[in-house]
């Protein structure tokens, strides 16, 4: 069976609902999503923390951030579209004096963009999450305007929002290739037909180098365990509470469902290894993260105590991808008119999903993305992504220090 689309998006995650409501918004409502799973944003976008805070390492991510706060705030108050957001802001807890140096310079070099911050003492700390033990603690840096959101919910506003500008989903629609004429895109194969169409859009995550492989093209990214876990409920975890980064110890705590998660980027994190998987490999797959999420517990012992007695009400067992610099992967697939990719989410996938999606609509309907994306370029390695284990080595070094001071 042959069906036709003006534009096609490859994976109905977080990054491709929202690739679909900016086109659709953009004019573009002739759109089909097709995800391999019965429901969307089942895998790594349903695994997530979802975090959402401003901070980051550049002004374009930092804007990113803020478009995508304002997108979805809009979409949660004005629109009646609930996806859990709160923006109790971040409180980022220091336990030597050189990580506070570290906050009090970032503190300084944002305050241009707009974002206001504060240095709390010890009491106003334990205010604003009462499981606190600042005994250890030598500072803090106190983010206005961040906050965390529920990211399937989230995924889902953008997926109805879509609709009701007439995109469609296909769920249960597994994408098997592409189909070319010389360098330009004709179409998307699929396990029960062909979509025909001359833009498509590779969304799937962890799974989007084994689809930018039908091109030809090798993603410059590796696909790693990235893994949370939920305690049973707690009064103490107040709906107030901020995100709470503890980023010595490589660590992250936040209210959840009347509990707290929290997660952990390993030093040496494991490697999803994906392409020797069965095709239907997904996240379910993955082992429970036990060892892992008790290492967590004892790193952040110090200063979130309680979580050594909560009992676990379930672990998330979740995928991210890096780059080797950390960096999205957004863009044109190089030497193939009509084919585009966005992957690497850095861990930041949920955070940025509003400014992706914009990116990749502003692509397709205006031939630019709107802002300089030269550092997402998917081919700016060059020919060092041909070498498998510098791929691997130093994407997984990025994650492994995700937290590190780099300023």
Known sequence: MTRTAEA????????????AYHLADMGISDVCVLERNPIVADETTS??????????????????????????????DDMGRDMGLRRNGSLFVALTPERQA??????????????????????????????????????????????????????????AAAEELG?????????????????????????????????????????????????????????LRHQRAETVPVD??????????????????????????????????????????????????IEPPVAVMAEARRRLAPVFPTLEYLGVAQYRRGMTSFAPDGGYIVGPVPGIEGLY???ACAALGIAGSAAVGRWLANWVVDGDPGDDLSAFSPDRFGDRVADGEWLRAASSEYYGSYYAIRD
């Open 102 to 159: 570290a906050y009090e310079r970032k503190a300084a070099s944002v305050r241009d963009e707009g974002i206001t911050t504060e240095f709390p003492s010890a009491a106003d700390m334990r205010a604003m999450a009462p499981d606190m033990d600042t005994s250890e603690i030598v500072g803090g840096l106190y983010v206005n305007g961040d906050g965390y959101l529920d990211p399937r919910k989230c995924a889902q506003a953008y997926g």
């Open 47 to 76: 695994q997530a923390a979802g975090l959402v805070g401003q901070i980051r390492s550049s002004a374009l991510m930092v804007r990113a951030i803020q478009y995508s706060l304002e997108l979805l705030t809009r979409f949660q």
């Open 167 to 223: 995109v469609t989903i296909e769920t249960g629609a597994t994408v098997t290739g592409f189909r070319f004429e010389g360098r330009k895109l004709t179409g998307v194969e699929t396990m029960t037909g062909v979509v025909s169409t001359d833009t498509a859009i590779i969304t799937a995550g962890p799974w989007g180098g084994m689809l930018a492989a039908h091109a030809r093209h090798t993603a410059a990214m590796r696909p």
């Open 341 to 343: 990719m966005a992957t």
């Open 236 to 285: 103490t975890a107040t709906d107030h509470m901020p995100v709470v980064r503890v980023t010595d110890v490589s660590c992250y705590v936040r209210p959840w469902e009347g509990g707290y998660t929290y997660g952990f980027f390993e030093p040496e994190p494991v490697d999803a290894e994906i392409e020797a998987k069965p095709p239907d490999y997904a996240t379910s797959d």
């Open 8 to 19: 096609v998006i490859v994976g109905g995650g977080i990054w491709g609902l929202s690739a």
